[in-house]
C-alpha cells in the first residue's frame, strides 16, 4: 500500500491541484508518530482566511523547532508535503512542520506587483499565533520553500527576518526586484539548493536570464544570491568549495559553497546540483520535463543541519 501511495506524489505535484481542507486532509501521505491536521488562519490585515498544513510530531518535547514550508506556484498544503517528504524532519528530529497556503495558490514574492496579496504580513502573524497555539520555540523558526516559495521564503527574509532563525529556497534564487530593496534589520543565515540545468529558474547569466530580465521577472543567479545573502550575513572573503560524495550514477553532481569566515550565528551556503533540474533534490524524480531530481543529496537533511545551528 505504501508504494501505491508513493505513485500519488508526481501527480499531486505536477497539477499543482488546489484542495479543499477536507479533501486535503485526506491526501497528504502519512509518516509514523506524525499526527496531521489543518487548520484555517484568519489574517486580521486583510481579513482573508488561508488554510495551514500541520505535521505534528506524537511525542514531540515542549517549546519544539518548527519549519514553515512555502509551496511551489499553485501548489497546495499536501501536495508540497508529499512532494518533499518533509515529514521525515517530523517523524526523526521532532520538528512541527507548518504548511501554509497562499490565498489564490500564488505567493506574493515580488515587493513590486501591483495589487498582491500581504503574503508576508500572513505569515509572520501566522508564525507569532501558532508560536503560542501550539508551544513552539520563537528562536527556533526556520522556512523554507520550492521555486515559487523559495522567492517567497527570501522576501520573507528581508522583510521580517526576527521572525524566522534561517532560511532555505529550493530551486529558486532572489528577484532583483526584491535585492534592489532588500534592506532586513537583522541578518537571517541562507542556504540555497539549485540546479546547474534548471529551465524555469536559470542557475547562471546567459540568454534563459537575460529573456527574464526583458520580461520583468529577473532573478539572482544562484551564486550571486548566496554570494549577497553572505554579505548581508558578515561572512567575508570567498565560499569553501568542496565537491560531494556522488554514490548514484543519476547524471548528477553536488557542488557545496560554504562562507565559512561568518560571525557567531550567521551564515550562508549554496548547494549547486551539477545537471540538476528544478527540482526538490533527494525526492522521486516526479516530472521529467521539470529535468533530474538528484538522489545524491536529500535536501530536507542537508537544510536541517544548516537550520539547527541557528537560533535567533
Not at 57 to 74: D, E, G, T
Not at 128 to 142: A, F, G, S
Not at 253 to 259: A, E, G, H, V
Not at 274 to 292: R, Y
Request: negative net charge; hydrophobic residues 40%.
Amino acid at each position: 500500500m505504501r508504494a501505491r501511495l508513493r505513485c500519488a506524489r508526481p501527480v499531486l505535484a505536477a497539477l499543482g491541484v488546489l484542495f479543499t481542507a477536507q479533501a486535503s486532509a485526506l491526501s497528504f501521505l502519512p509518516w509514523e508518530n506524525v499526527r496531521i491536521t489543518y487548520d484555517d488562519f484568519t489574517y486580521a490585515a486583510d481579513g482573508v482566511t488561508r488554510s495551514v498544513g500541520i505535521l505534528m510530531p506524537k511525542h514531540r518535547a515542549a517549546r519544539a523547532p518548527a519549519i514553515v514550508v512555502l509551496h511551489f506556484n499553485l501548489g497546495s498544503a499536501p501536495s508540497m508535503a508529499n512532494l518533499t517528504e518533509i515529514g521525515e524532519l517530523a517523524r526523526d528530529e521532532g520538528v512541527v512542520i507548518l504548511l501554509p497556503v497562499a490565498a489564490d495558490g500564488t505567493w506574493a514574492h515580488n515587493p513590486t506587483e501591483v495589487g498582491g496579496n500581504d503574503d508576508a504580513g500572513f505569515l509572520a502573524a501566522m508564525i507569532d499565533e501558532y508560536v503560542q497555539r501550539y508551544d513552539l520555540d520563537p528562536k527556533r523558526i526556520y522556512m523554507t520553500g520550492y521555486s515559487q516559495g523559495g522567492n517567497m521564503t527570501v522576501r520573507m527574509a528581508c522583510e521580517y527576518p526576527e521572525k524566522i532563525a534561517a532560511g532555505a529556497s529550493v530551486a529558486a534564487t532572489m528577484r532583483k526586484s526584491l535585492a534592489r530593496q532588500c534592506a532586513p534589520s537583522m541578518p537571517t543565515p541562507m542556504v540555497f539548493f539549485h540546479g546547474t540545468d534548471d529551465e524555469q529558474v536559470p542557475y547562471g547569466p546567459g540568454i534563459p536570464s537575460l529573456i527574464r530580465d526583458l520580461t520583468g521577472v529577473g532573478a539572482l543567479g544562484a551564486q550571486d544570491a548566496a554570494r549577497y545573502w553572505a554579505e548581508v550575513n558578515g561572512c567575508s572573503g570567498d565560499a569553501v568549495r568542496q565537491m560531494l560524495p556522488a554514490p548514484i550514477d543519476d547524471g548528477t553532481s553536488i557542488q557545496l559553497d560554504r562562507y565559512e569566515n561568518c560571525p557567531p550565528n550567521r551564515g550562508a551556503a549554496l548547494y549547486s546540483i551539477i545537471g540538476g533540474g528544478h527540482t526538490w533534490p533527494g525526492v522521486l524524480d516526479f516530472v521529467p520535463v521539470a529535468g533530474i531530481t538528484t538522489q545524491n543529496l536529500r535536501a530536507n537533511r542537508a537544510m536541517w543541519d544548516f537550520f539547527k545551528g541557528f537560533s535567533r
